[in-house]
């Protein structure tokens, strides 16, 4: 059984041991499961744009061919060289096509990208409980990973951060190591032909990713989309976000558009009401939807939703997770109905 930990899967990721021939990669942080599945798989050959070499089979286009990843794992080089399989564990069961891979070592190894796995599932027991093979999970940038995250990102473009710039990066950036690398590339590429990226440079391009994550959920819920509203409220608790706070941020935003939405009953233009609002000129556009999809009365409704919802978040708060999204819904589905009423 190997389930590597901190420091041991860095070391990892940078030079797979040869001695476990499938390599499990899994956790909530998709961004992050990504990333280390794919440097994994590149160190694994030569030529990782030969497709030769490292071959890619995603679950889902599987269908009931059970045997396809076994013949891939065992079968020789056309060229000779080294070659490994990348397989994309997506939403289909597909352990039937996996389980000769913990059985009897392949002949070329392979990495398994997967989601969040429950400690008991099949493949995750499967990965912990072989002695060829090793599981490595991924969860949420902690602070202290953040520097090496922003070290290797910079230092990919010839950059570095001076001491001011990097403490500024990591109080922008949250805990989603796919939106963080997104916005340290789009750092990267505002400081091109620099050599040094100062806190000038951060404070003109770097958008605080947490403060994002919470608009986005916000817009999400006022405008119906409970799909999204759902992932982006799920990213936040897992971020470690109190679900006291998102309510309380939704009631603002609740309150900001009941005055809004007054005072263009009032006949105030539209463009006036938002910039009285002080709404971020990226979020013009949802704002302006969610005037538009909420009457006075549908927002004093959405008002006294949320206020009930603080109040039994408060009163208990082992369910406060629960209630959170329980408001989030019941908004959504709201706006939905309202935009369904509009057509």
Known sequence: MTALKGADIERFVRKPDPRFRVILVYGPDAGLVHERSRAIARALVENPDDAFQLSRIDGDDLGSD??????????LGLFGGSRALWVRYGSKNIIAALESLFKESPLNPVVIEAGDLAPRHALRSAAESCAHAAALPCYADELRDLPRLIEEVLGEAGLKANEDARALIVASLGADRLLSRRE???????AQGKSLVTAEDVEAVL??????????????VFIGDATNADTL???????GMDAGVIIGGLLRHAILLSRSRLAMDKGQAIADVEKQARIFFKRSAAFRKQLMLWSSAALDTAIATLGEAQAAARRQASLSESTVSRACLTLALAARRAESQRR
């Open 184 to 190: 340290l590339e789009k750092l990267a590429l505002y």
């Open 66 to 75: 059970t045997t396809r990843i076994f013949d891939e794992a065992n079968t």
């Open 207 to 220: 958008s605080d990713a947490s403060q994002l994550t919470s608009d986005m959920l916000t817009d999400a």
């Open 233 to 239: 409220l799920t990213r936040s608790l897992r971020e």
